[in-house]
């Protein structure tokens, strides 16, 4: 484990009391947890009785924040499909006209297909990018559920000390 105790991690934040803990270094104390000794994490957890409002916040801020990014990705397909059926309008038009030679023809009818390649491959980029979305969603969401976890299981770690050895109470 890197860090064995409250003070290293506190000295890691760059911090000298927890009531110093922002937002963004709780984040990063998140991060750290990996690297943090269990008893030492659960220790620090213990004080935070806005721990769980906490993590409850991140994830609204990550459901709020793929939220726009899905609204924006809409909106730009939406505009893209609209651009190339326009395109594929005016080409259309060019294609009814009686003076043009079979080789003007088929490149019309050739930029045509391009649209649609081209449409084919913004959908793909757009699967794409909802799913790293979706991911990126449910891994913050993982994470604030291992904090939940981490602090209930630091609840539970010190009032079972208070109690007698080896009971469990339902």
């Known amino acids: 484990m890197g860090y064995k105790s409250e003070a290293e991690i506190k000295q890691a934040l760059g911090i000298d009391s927890w009531r110093n803990l922002s937002k963004d270094k709780m984040i990063r104390f998140a991060a750290m947890m990996p690297d943090m000794g269990t008893e030492a994490a659960l220790k620090i957890i213990e004080q935070f009785p806005s721990f769980k409002e906490f993590a409850t916040d991140v994830v609204n801020a990550l459901e709020k924040s793929f939220d726009s990014a899905v609204s924006a990705n809409k909106q730009s397909q939406e505009h893209f499909h609209q651009a190339l059926q326009h395109i594929r309008e005016i080409l259309k038009g060019q294609l ?13 009818l050739d930029l045509i297909m391009e649209t649609g390649r081209l449409e084919s ?26 904090l939940g976890v981490a602090f209930i299981g630091g609840k539970v770690m010190a009032e079972s000390k208070d109690g007698p050895e080896g009971s469990l109470d339902a």
């Not at 009814?96 to 019309?108: C, L, P, T």
């Not at 990126?136 to 559920?145: D, E, P, Q, R, S």
């Open 121 to 146: 491959l913004k959908d793909s980029e757009n699967k794409k990018f909802l799913s790293v979305a979706l991911k990126t969603l449910a891994a913050g969401g993982v994470g604030a559920l291992f």
């Open 96 to 108: 009814e006209r009686e003076d043009q030679s079979w080789e003007e023809r088929k490149y019309i």
